[in-house]
């Protein structure tokens, strides 16, 4: 699920040797990573919550 991999494997991110393209690349991966952080967090939250009701 790390964005990071598929980016890289994509694009060839080894290769690139332009500032310009590193920059922006490690803008967009922060920002992807960032994106399925949220994601992953808003999907946790009503198992936590049905996990503790269940509990009671």
């Known amino acids: ?8 494997k994509a694009y060839k991110i080894s290769s690139m040797q332009l500032p ?10 922060r920002s992807a ?3 399925v952080r949220n994601i992953l967090e808003q ?6 919550s049905s996990t503790i009701s269940m509990s009671n």
């Open 1 to 8: 699920l790390d964005p990071k991999i598929s980016i890289e």
């Open 20 to 29: 310009e393209l590193q920059t922006w690349y490690q803008m967009h991966l």
């Open 33 to 35: 990573q960032d994106h």
């Open 43 to 48: 999907a946790r939250k009503p198992f936590v």
